[in-house]
C-alpha cells in the first residue's frame, strides 16, 4: 500500500510539474537533475543517446565554450572523449554545425520530439523512442521514474494510436487523439483552436503549419471523414488554392477521396472525403490497417493538392 501511495504522489507531481514547466530549457533541467539523482537513468539516458556504454562523473548542463553552449556536455570516464548532446522539443534550429566547429573532437547525438533527417557524424534519437526505452527498462519501477515518464509524455506530446469504431460516439474523442497523434506527432502539424472545431453539423480539429491551415474531421450527418480547406489567404496560400480548385473543378476522385465544393464560413469551402471508411467503422478493423487508412488519405490529399513537402 505504501508503494502504491507513493507511486500515485509521484506521478501527481511530475503531472503538475508538466502544466508548469513544459518548455526545452525546463525538459533539459528535469531530465539532467535526473540524471544527476540517480546514476541507472544517466546510463540509461546517455547511452541512449549515443548507443554506446557510457559512465561520466562530469555531466554538465549548458556548457559554455566560446560562443557555443549544447544542453548536455561531458566526457567518458574510460576514453576521455567529449560527448555533446542537443535537446529539443519543437524547435528546429539546429546547431550542428557550430557545434562540429568548436567541438570537433567529440561525439554527438540529438534528441527531439520529431523525426529528422540523419546527419553525419550524429545520432538522431526521439523523446518518444526514449519514452518506450524507459517504459520497458528495469528502472520503471522506481515511482520517481515513472513520475518522469508521464512528465515526459506530456511535454512531448507523446500519444499512442488507438482502436476506434466512428460508427459508436464514444470513438469520436478517439478520432480526435489518432488525428494527433499522426498530424502533429509524425507530420509535426500544431492544433489550431482560435477557430471553433465542432458544431451541432461538425466534430473534428483545426489543424496548421506554416501558412497552411485546414480542417479534419466527420461531417455527422453522412458520418465522413472530410478535410476541408477555405478560399482566404489566411487559410491557404493562393498557389496551393489554385491547385484545390482545378481538382474540385474537375470533381477529382481517387481510391483514396472524392472532392466537393460547399462554403461553410468555418469549416471549409473545398473538401475531400474518405473514400474508404469502412475499416473506420468496425471493431474488427486491426489498428495498423486503420492508422494507415488515415494517413493514406492524408497523404494522397496533401500531395495532389501540391504540399506533400508540409508532411516532412
Same mark, same amino acid.
Given at each position: 500500500?505504501?508503494?502504491?501511495?507513493?507511486?500515485?504522489?509521484?506521478?501527481?507531481?511530475?503531472?503538475?510539474?508538466?502544466?508548469?514547466?513544459?518548455?526545452?530549457?525546463?525538459?533539459?533541467?528535469?531530465?539532467?537533475?535526473?540524471? *544527476?539523482?540517480?546514476?541507472?537513468?544517466?546510463?540509461?539516458?546517455?547511452?541512449?543517446?549515443?548507443?554506446?556504454?557510457?559512465?561520466?562523473?562530469?555531466?554538465?548542463?549548458?556548457?559554455?565554450?566560446?560562443?557555443?553552449?549544447?544542453?548536455?556536455?561531458?566526457?567518458?570516464?574510460?576514453?576521455?572523449?567529449?560527448?555533446?548532446?542537443?535537446?529539443?522539443?519543437?524547435?528546429?534550429?539546429?546547431?550542428?554545425?557550430?557545434?562540429?566547429?568548436?567541438?570537433?573532437?567529440?561525439?554527438?547525438?540529438?534528441?527531439?520530439?520529431?523525426?529528422?533527417?540523419?546527419?553525419?557524424?550524429?545520432?538522431?534519437?526521439?523523446?518518444?523512442? &526514449?519514452?518506450?526505452?524507459?517504459?520497458?527498462?528495469?528502472?520503471? +519501477?522506481?515511482?520517481?521514474?515513472?513520475?518522469?515518464?508521464?512528465?515526459?509524455?506530456?511535454?512531448?506530446?507523446?500519444?499512442?494510436?488507438?482502436?476506434?469504431?466512428?460508427?459508436?460516439?464514444?470513438?469520436?474523442?478517439?478520432?480526435?487523439?489518432?488525428?494527433?497523434?499522426?498530424?502533429?506527432?509524425?507530420?509535426?502539424?500544431?492544433?489550431?483552436?482560435?477557430?471553433?472545431?465542432?458544431?451541432?453539423?461538425?466534430?473534428?480539429? &483545426?489543424?496548421?503549419?506554416?501558412?497552411?491551415?485546414?480542417?479534419?474531421?466527420?461531417?455527422?450527418?453522412?458520418?465522413?471523414?472530410?478535410?476541408?480547406?477555405?478560399?482566404?489567404?489566411?487559410?491557404?496560400?493562393?498557389?496551393?488554392?489554385?491547385?484545390?480548385?482545378?481538382?474540385?473543378?474537375?470533381?477529382?476522385?481517387?481510391?483514396?477521396? +472524392?472532392?466537393?465544393?460547399?462554403?461553410?464560413?468555418?469549416?471549409?469551402?473545398?473538401?475531400?472525403?474518405?473514400?474508404?471508411?469502412?475499416?473506420?467503422?468496425?471493431?474488427? +478493423?486491426?489498428?495498423?490497417?486503420?492508422?494507415? +487508412?488515415?494517413?493514406?488519405?492524408?497523404?494522397?490529399?496533401?500531395?495532389?493538392?501540391?504540399?506533400? *513537402?508540409?508532411?516532412?
Amino acid at each position: 500500500m505504501i508503494n502504491t501511495i507513493m507511486d500515485a504522489e509521484w506521478i501527481s507531481f511530475f503531472e503538475y510539474l508538466a502544466d508548469r514547466m513544459r518548455n526545452e530549457n525546463d525538459l533539459s533541467d528535469i531530465t539532467f537533475a535526473l540524471c *544527476k539523482s540517480n546514476k541507472d537513468f544517466q546510463n540509461l539516458f546517455l547511452n541512449f543517446c549515443f548507443d554506446e556504454n557510457l559512465d561520466t562523473d562530469d555531466l554538465s548542463r549548458e556548457y559554455a565554450e566560446g560562443d557555443s553552449r549544447p544542453d548536455f556536455f561531458f566526457h567518458d570516464n574510460t576514453s576521455k572523449i567529449e560527448y555533446v548532446l542537443e535537446v529539443k522539443i519543437f524547435d528546429r534550429n539546429q546547431h550542428f554545425k557550430q557545434y562540429q566547429e568548436r567541438f570537433p573532437n567529440a561525439k554527438y547525438a540529438f534528441i527531439a520530439n520529431y523525426d529528422f533527417t540523419n546527419i553525419e557524424n550524429w545520432k538522431i534519437r526521439t523523446w518518444k523512442g &526514449f519514452y518506450n526505452h524507459l517504459l520497458n527498462s528495469e528502472i520503471i +519501477s522506481n515511482p520517481v521514474i515513472s513520475g518522469y515518464l508521464q512528465y515526459l509524455k506530456s511535454v512531448t506530446n507523446i500519444m499512442e494510436f488507438k482502436k476506434m469504431n466512428l460508427k459508436a460516439c464514444k470513438s469520436l474523442p478517439t478520432l480526435i487523439e489518432n488525428l494527433k497523434v499522426i498530424l502533429i506527432q509524425e507530420f509535426n502539424f500544431t492544433e489550431y483552436n482560435s477557430a471553433k472545431s465542432f458544431s451541432v453539423d461538425y466534430y473534428g480539429q &483545426f489543424f496548421m503549419k506554416n501558412d497552411l491551415y485546414f480542417w479534419i474531421g466527420i461531417y455527422l450527418h453522412d458520418n465522413n471523414l472530410y478535410i476541408g480547406f477555405n478560399d482566404s489567404d489566411y487559410w491557404v496560400p493562393e498557389t496551393i488554392r489554385n491547385n484545390i480548385k482545378t481538382l474540385i473543378k474537375t470533381n477529382k476522385k481517387t481510391d483514396y477521396y +472524392s472532392t466537393t465544393e460547399d462554403q461553410d464560413g468555418n469549416y471549409g469551402k473545398f473538401w475531400f472525403c474518405m473514400e474508404n471508411m469502412k475499416c473506420l467503422c468496425s471493431e474488427d +478493423s486491426n489498428l495498423e490497417v486503420q492508422k494507415k +487508412s488515415l494517413k493514406d488519405f492524408i497523404k494522397a490529399v496533401f500531395r495532389d493538392i501540391g504540399v506533400e *513537402k508540409y508532411l516532412s
